[in-house]
């Protein structure tokens, strides 16, 4: 069985940074992609940043040139660093990974970790 656990959201003020972390555990053969995404209340969850096997980046618009994402493969980590952060990036941040067991490959989503905005 897999798991992805994140960690580090909490509240912090406008123009701030932090850090996120999301650690998969559990018997995996090989990570593809891992993702950050978000979802604000009201809204869709919507693709943050996402990172390949090999190290290709991409983001969204909106966090380009505040957002680093990276991954540690030996420790199956991927990191959401945020900097210079806005009201608008409050939401909660979930890992997203693609995982191949050593019995199949699925799609494995993390509990949450809610990032506060509030000067």
């Known amino acids: 069985q897999v798991q992805l656990v994140e960690s580090g959201g909490r509240l912090v003020q406008p123009g701030g940074s932090l850090r996120l972390s999301c650690a998969a555990s559990?018997?995996?053969?090989?990570?593809?992609?891992m993702s950050w995404y978000r979802q604000a209340p009201g809204k869709q969850r919507e693709l943050v940043a996402d990172?390949?096997?090999?190290?290709?980046?991409s983001y969204a618009d909106s966090v380009k040139g505040r957002f680093t994402i990276s991954r540690d493969n030996d420790k199956n980590t991927v990191y959401l660093q945020m900097t210079s952060l806005k009201p608008e990036d409050a939401a909660v941040y979930y890992c997203?990974?693609?995982?191949?067991?050593?019995?199949?490959?699925?799609?494995?989503w993390g509990q949450g970790t809610q990032v506060t905005l509030s000067s």
């Open positions: 559990g018997r995996i053969f090989r990570i593809y992609n």
């Open positions: 990172i390949t096997s090999t190290g290709s980046i």
């Open positions: 997203n990974a693609q995982i191949q067991t050593y019995g199949s490959y699925s799609d494995y």
